[in-house]
């Protein structure tokens, strides 16, 4: 259970702070965590989805998992990342600088900078949170482990 909370809790977190920092289809996030990494709402999911997996303790839901991250996260990053290049100038010096899922321990300001991008002003939104309605994810988060816990107590008799 603890290795489970060592991932879900940091994943709803990212998505969090995540969501109070993107404005979708208006500017190139490129402040907080996007500086770290370029999908941090995603790099969350899969924080938390891993989580849940490694509470149920199976290695046939964390293959499955693996193989669903794959064939859904990977097109679509893909894709948003063509949006991306088409719609903001500085996206690829932000692709440059800033790793596609693995965050870097450093924010990228410095080296968009040096490489013709400039990163995007601005800090954490409640408002944006709020519209994102991100608390949704940690929401869920406790009715999963509801049902765990409910689990192990009707089932393991």
């Known amino acids: 259970m603890m290795l489970s909370l060592a991932l879900v809790l940091p994943g709803l977190w990212l998505r969090a702070y995540a969501s109070g920092y993107v404005r979708k289809d208006a500017q ?5 965590p996007y500086a770290h990494t370029r999908n941090p709402l995603y790099l969350g999911s899969m924080l938390i989805a891993f989580g849940f997996a490694a509470a149920a303790a199976s290695w046939m839901i964390l293959a499955l998992l693996a193989l669903l ?6 097109p679509t990053i893909l894709s948003e990342e063509a949006y991306l290049r088409e719609h903001f100038a500085g996206f690829d010096a932000y692709a440059r600088a800033v790793p596609r899922l693995l965050p870097r321990a450093t924010g990228a300001a410095k080296e968009m900078a040096m490489d013709g991008g400039v990163p ?16 949704n994810s940690a929401m869920g988060a406790v009715v999963l482990y509801l049902a765990l816990a409910l689990k192990l107590l009707f089932y393991s008799r």
């Not at 800090?123 to 608390?135: A, D, V």
């Open 28 to 32: 190139l996030t490129t402040t907080g």
């Open 69 to 74: 991250f794959a064939a859904i996260y990977i």
């Open 120 to 135: 995007a002003e601005g800090g954490f939104s409640t408002e944006l949170y709020l519209r994102h309605r991100e608390y």
